[in-house]
Nanobody, 127 residues
Framework: QVQLVESGGGSVQSGGSLRLSCAAS????????LGWFRQAPGKEREGIAI???????VYADSVKGRFTIAHDNAKNTLYLQMNSLKPEDAAMYYC?????????????????????WGKGTLVTVSS
């Protein structure tokens, strides 16, 4: 059974950092599109970063230069390093994985090809 479990969320002051993790079970991250998404109360889900099987990445403009997506195949874990956090970054963060490679930026903007989702980890940022 495929399962993605996020961890690392919490409360941080503006300007602080957090690292989110997403552990997979039931499959491996090899040869898949992987991503992080978030949803704030009253807002639509937003794609913030994806990484393809060749290591290429795409970031939302809102996090570019502040967030870094990476994965460790040996640990079967996906990460999101978040620096210089702002109050507007507060949201529930979800990791996702697809059965194949990313479909370009559509995997970020429309969750295209994302077949598996975690249940989320909450990030709050105080000003």
């Amino acid at each position: 059974q495929v399962q993605l479990v996020e961890s690392g969320g919490g409360s941080v002051q503006s300007g602080g950092s957090l690292r989110l993790s997403c552990a997979a079970s039931g499959f491996t991250y090899d040869y898949r599109c992987l991503g992080w998404f978030r949803q704030a109360p009253g807002k639509e889900r937003e794609g913030i970063a994806i990484i393809d099987s060749d290591g290429s990445t795409v970031y939302a403009d809102s996090v570019k230069g502040r967030f870094t997506i990476a994965h460790d195949n040996a640990k079967n874990t996906l990460y999101l390093q978040m620096n210089s956090l702002k109050p507007e970054d507060a949201a529930m963060y979800y990791c996702a994985a697809g059965d194949g490679r990313c479909a370009g930026s559509r995997s970020l903007t429309h969750s295209y090809g994302m077949d598996y989702w975690g249940k989320g980890t909450l990030v709050t940022v105080s000003s």
